[in-house]
Structure formats: structure tokens, C-alpha cells
């Protein structure tokens, strides 16, 4: 799942279609798999993201490349939904389009994004400790994302959303100066 979030109206608007149709015809993961398939093309190579931006390159050719990029030529409600959004002139656009859907999918299915900050490298099985009380507490599929800074010292900095719930070592030894600080003799 993409962690973005700042998605364009438009991109949020072909997802949003998108991931209707997929939802009746029982597609929706398999669509977002092509279709994060198609982003990571486009992020890795710049010039097949620069490819659907070319307006000297006709929609026919972008979509004939689209569909033979996909795995086994992709559903057949995605080549339509690629014909429509290169038929408005916003291939140039799909990547955020996958973004957006990603992220619209595991909204749908309960998921969570959670970016986990630590001091060193948890384990496997510590991660999944982690996932699962975040998953627990916030009543949703948590996502987790793991990043190493060693300057927090230990304990963990956890973000949610727009949420940072602050745990290390360093945030409480930063507290704990302040409180000493504040309480001292004038």
C-alpha cells in the first residue's frame, strides 16, 4: 500500500471509479496489483513514465503498451478503464491513480498505515508484536512500515496518519530536562 495520501481530485476520482467496478466484479486486489505493478514500471524507469506524457505518442500506442506491460494482459475492465483515462489525456496521471486506488483498497479493507520508528532493527517476530497491539488499539489491519534511527536511543516513535505518538528514550530523557529545568530555584 502506498503511504501517500496527497493524491490529485482527479486521481482520487478515476480511483474511486475504478475500485467500484472492480468491487462488482470481485477485481479489486487483483487490479491493484496491476496497477502497482504499472507504478513501480513507471517510478524504477523515467523514461517509460516520460513514455505517456509524450503527447507526439498516440493513446492507441500507450495503451497497446500498457496492456502488454500487465501480467498476462490484465482484466479486461482495467484495459477499459486505461482506454477511458488515456482517451481524457491522463495516462501522465496514473501513477497517483494507483496510489490513490492503493490507498482507497486498504481503506476498504480495514488497513492501516503505521510507520514504526526504532533505534535498531526489530526481528520478525518483534514487528509482528508491534502490528498486532497497533492493530489491536486502533481496531484495524495495521500496515507497518519499520525505520532504523539510532539517535532515539530506544523505545519507538509510531505515526499514524497525522498522529506521532512519541515513545523513545530521547523524547523522554528531552522531557525530563525540561521538567528539571522548570522546577529549579529562580
Given amino acids: ?50 513514455f505517456f506524457r509524450n503527447p507526439s505518442i498516440s493513446d492507441a500506442e500507450r495503451l497497446a503498451v500498457l496492456t502488454k506491460s500487465l501480467s498476462g494482459g490484465g482484466s479486461q475492465l482495467l484495459t477499459n478503464f486505461l482506454g477511458v483515462v488515456g482517451s481524457h489525456g491522463r495516462l501522465g496521471i496514473l501513477a497517483d491513480v494507483a496510489g490513490a486506488y492503493d490507498d482507497l483498497l486498504g481503506e476498504q479493507l480495514g488497513k492501516i498505515e503505521v510507520d514504526v520508528t526504532v533505534a535498531q532493527k526489530l526481528s520478525p517476530d518483534q514487528l509482528e508484536q508491534v502490528r498486532q497491539k497497533v492493530s489491536l488499539a486502533l481496531g484495524k489491519d495495521a500496515v507497518v512500515h519499520q525505520y532504523v534511527d539510532e539517535s532515539i536511543i530506544g523505545g519507538l516513535i509510531l505515526r499514524v496518519q497525522d498522529q506521532l505518538i512519541d515513545a523513545s528514550v530521547k523524547n523522554q530523557l528531552r522531557a525530563m530536562r525540561e521538567q528539571l529545568l522548570a522546577a529549579r530555584p529562580k
Fill in 1 to 50: 500500500m502506498a503511504q501517500n495520501n496527497q493524491h490529485s481530485p482527479t486521481a482520487v476520482a478515476y480511483a474511486k471509479s475504478l475500485l467500484e467496478l472492480a468491487n462488482e466484479s470481485d477485481q479489486a486486489e487483483t487490479i491493484n496489483a496491476d496497477l502497482e505493478a504499472l507504478r513501480e514500471a513507471m517510478e524504477s524507469d523515467p523514461s517509460f513514465a516520460q
